[in-house]
């Protein structure tokens, strides 16, 4: 693991372009799922020394939901195009139904903090959540709820977690 403060990316094209899986829970029980919301920053301590922070978000449907909750730790892994019909796969499917990993050419590996991450990922953040809390529909822009939550579907959850460690290829 280096020094996320060495870390040297577009954080716009991460999550919008290149899409991630979002996973919680240890090696023995731990669901995955692909996002491209989110963000990266600083938080909470004085200018030079904040903590760098993660933002994900998760509908409560979701099968990682429960382990997002579950657990203290996440891990947000980003990958190459070659990896995109994988990372597609395991955002149309629920661990709920089957072991959709298997399914995929990724393989698991145990992380830092107790977290699973990818031997293929060329980037993976090791996370302690901080924070985490349901968004209030009645703070969201109407033209946003009505392009994602009209079909009475719940906000989104966001959790925001403190960096500890990161892998870079």
């Known amino acids: 693991m280096d020094n996320i403060k060495e870390l040297n990316t577009d954080i716009f094209k991460l999550f919008d372009n290149q899409w991630a ?11 995955t799922m692909t996002i491209s919301w ?8 004085p200018a030079k020394n904040g903590r760098q922070v993660a933002t994900v978000y998760v509908r409560p449907s979701r099968h990682t939901f429960s382990y997002m909750e579950a657990n203290d730790t996440f891990t947000i892994s980003f990958f190459d195009e070659s990896h995109r019909k994988d990372l597609s796969y395991l955002g149309s499917h629920s661990g709920r139904d089957e072991d959709k990993v298997a399914k995929t050419s990724l393989t698991p590996k145990a992380c830092a903090e107790n977290t699973v991450g990818f031997a293929e990922a060329r980037l993976t953040l090791v996370c302690k959540k901080l924070y985490s809390d349901a968004m209030d529909l009645d703070k969201i822009p109407e033209d946003v709820c009505e392009k994602f939550y009209n079909d009475g579907t719940e906000p989104h959850h966001f959790y925001i977690g403190e ?3 990161f892998e870079e290829k």
């Open 163 to 165: 960096i500890v460690a």
């Open 21 to 31: 899986l979002l996973t919680a829970g240890p090696m023995d029980d731990y669901n």
């Open 38 to 45: 989110g963000g990266l920053g600083t938080l909470w301590n």
